[in-house]
């Protein structure tokens, strides 16, 4: 054996890295079943629990439609998030046995590793988010097929914005219990606040700020405008197009930042 | 032969401490080298500035002329990196793995697949391909990681405590693999090892001590500089019995963990002298060749300390 690597030239690889990386987070999610029952099955429960509980409790104002039904976009929303939040933590996991070492010593582009496992994770929760729509019967909702489609074309910006969000965090953290931390002080209120399971309209006024700048609530408004068929979401009054404006910037953003850091903390390490 | 490794002046602090003190080492080209030191000896941390995982603070490192700082990925392409920590995927196959690895170094299609097959033939895991790795004894995994590495034909292979955690049949068998590996390419191979026996395989090795590289040679060339035999001593009150060896002009004896030993040019005579003087509270006396061991002790002056944790291997370190 000799030595062929000698005869390439000497740049990182991207495009063929990004790609086995990404299809490797696919491979061992459909190999740990836990892990699919926990992303579909947890926010199921919520809102078929909460949803079914409050069915009547609650008249939402500015709100048609059942609690049920309110909260099924936010469900989606829920499902985007959990997934997220699951394959990032692999991240850590992945540094601190040896194979993300193996990645690192390859001549792969930093920007690969990032897009990698953005993109696996995001096809895993929209993948999960899909399946969930097949309940959208059990709340009422019989959407046409150009809702559906525009609904998971949303589904995909929501989710590389907080797969981003959660591998920006998850690259900087040294224990996945760390990880659980950031996970409960920033990433479930930014769920909570996100018109998932109210609306903004009737939130008192501070909690209305912090949904107002919250990227997720543009995200959730943003499934509820595709998924319903609608220009505007009565329950934030944001218009469609802020929406999308909003959360493609958030996704743009969080993959940015992701790869500032991760090539940020190979400058420090050369320092 | 030309150097495959060339190492000049190199340093490298954790904060204030400094692990790495003024390295300067080559390896030849097509040979197999240990790295020799106890645990803090500053091996890893040498291994991981060779692996592009840290960069030194001061001096140079070159692997086939690429400068590991600057020309990193040439390097990368050049070097296979086995870890003491498992680097496969346990829920995927062994195939898979390698199919991955594969195309992390650019690699594809069917030359992908008939490097994938040279590889595990080459450790005789072919009939495993298709297993998942947790499946897999240790053994297997160890073989399975040098097979990972195998497929882009590295001219370089380091591998960091490549027997940790295997039983003695393993580490026999992963040592035969890693010779017919070297026989059958024009691969290096450079070992970190806190084993004497390990480095006893090698054609040349360094010991470190302290972030210090304290000597550079061939096994039987570090034996010889002690320019005898040693004579091994257990008994009771160690500590008393070398104070009274030293005493008496039979020393120095030296302690090691539950006997003394003490370097000789004349092993039969010293060892009636002892047993005549000290018979009674000697238990067993053994008279040996040098082993790196004692190369160690002579070197260093103490004894060659495995129990405790390495700090600066515990260091993280990303580029």
């Known amino acids: ?271 | 032969m030309s150097n495959i490794v060339a190492v000049n002046g190199l340093s490298f602090r954790y904060g204030d401490r400094l692990a790495l003190d003024d390295i300067s080492l080559s390896v030849t080209r097509g040979s197999m080298f240990a790295l020799l030191g106890p645990n803090g000896s500053g091996k890893t941390t040498f291994f991981r500035i060779l692996a592009t995982l840290l960069t030194p603070q001061d001096g140079t490192a070159t692997i086939d002329g690429f400068d590991v700082v600057k020309d990193c990925a040439a390097v990368r392409r050049r070097i296979g990196i086995v870890f003491q920590s498992p680097s496969l995927d346990i829920h995927l196959s062994v195939a898979e793995n390698l199919r991955h690895s594969g195309h992390l170094y650019g690699l594809r299609g069917g030359d992908l697949q008939q490097r994938i097959d040279a590889a595990l033939a080459a450790v005789t895991l072919a009939d495993r391909r298709g297993e998942r790795v947790k499946a897999l004894s240790g053994g297997m995994r160890r073989r399975a990681e040098i097979a990972r590495v195998l497929l882009h034909r590295p001219q370089l292979l380091i591998l960091d405590e490549p027997s940790t955690g295997l039983d003695p049949a393993a580490r026999a068998e992963l040592w035969r693999h890693l010779g017919r590996v070297q026989a059958e390419s024009d691969a290096t191979i450079l070992v970190t090892t806190h084993l004497m026996d390990e480095a006893e395989r090698c054609d040349r090795v360094a010991i470190f001590d302290r972030g210090k590289l304290v000597i550079t040679g061939t096994p039987d060339e570090l034996k010889s500089r002690i320019g005898g035999d040693c004579v091994t001593i257990r008994g009771g009150d160690l500590k008393q019995l070398a104070a009274d060896i030293d005493a008496a002009n039979f020393g120095p004896a030296r302690a090691l963990d539950k006997a003394l030993r003490i370097e000789t040019t004349s092993a039969t005579k010293l060892a009636a002298d002892l047993m005549q003087r000290f018979g009674e509270r000697i238990s067993e006396l053994t008279i040996g060749r040098p082993t790196l061991d004692d190369v160690f002790i002579h070197e260093t002056g103490h004894v060659f300390e495995t129990s405790s944790e390495s700090t600066s291997s515990k260091q993280k370190g990303r580029r």
Not at chain 1, 253 to 258: A, E, F, K, Q
């Open chain 1, 1 to 271: 054996m000799h030595a062929e690597g000698s005869d390439v030239i000497a740049t990182d690889l991207l495009w063929l890295p990004t790609w086995t990386l990404c299809k490797r987070e696919i491979t061992r999610f459909l190999r740990q079943r836990g892990r699919i029952v926990g992303a579909v099955g947890t926010p199921l429960i919520f809102w078929l629990m909460f949803g079914g509980g409050l069915y009547k409790s609650f008249q939402l104002d500015g709100v048609e439609g059942s609690y049920l039904e309110f909260t099924f976009p936010g469900a989606i929303a829920a499902i985007l998030l959990f997934t997220a939040i699951f394959s990032m933590i692999t991240v850590i996991d992945d540094r601190d046995n040896g194979f993300m070492q193996g990645v690192l010593v390859a001549p792969v582009s930093r920007a690969a590793i990032v897009l990698g496992k953005v993109m696996g994770a995001s096809a895993l929760a929209v993948g999960q988010a899909v399946v969930f729509l097949l309940f959208a019967p059990l709340a009422g909702l019989r959407p046409g097929v150009a809702d559906v489609v525009v609904t998971i074309g949303a589904m995909v910006v929501l989710a590389v914005g907080v797969c981003g969000l959660g591998f920006w965090i998850a690259w900087r953290m040294e224990t996945t219990q760390g990880f659980h931390a950031i996970m409960n002080l920033v990433l479930m209120p930014m769920l909570a606040l996100s018109g998932a399971f109210f609306p903004i309209t009737g939130a008192a006024r501070i909690v209305g700020w912090l949904m107002t700048i919250n990227p997720m609530t543009y995200g959730v408004a943003l499934l509820r405008c595709s998924f319903g068929g609608v220009a505007e979401d009565t329950a934030s009054r944001i218009h469609w197009t802020l929406a999308l404006g909003v959360s493609v910037g958030f996704a743009a953003l969080m993959v940015v930042l992701s790869l500032i850091t991760a090539r940020r903390e190979a400058r420090q390490a050369a320092v």
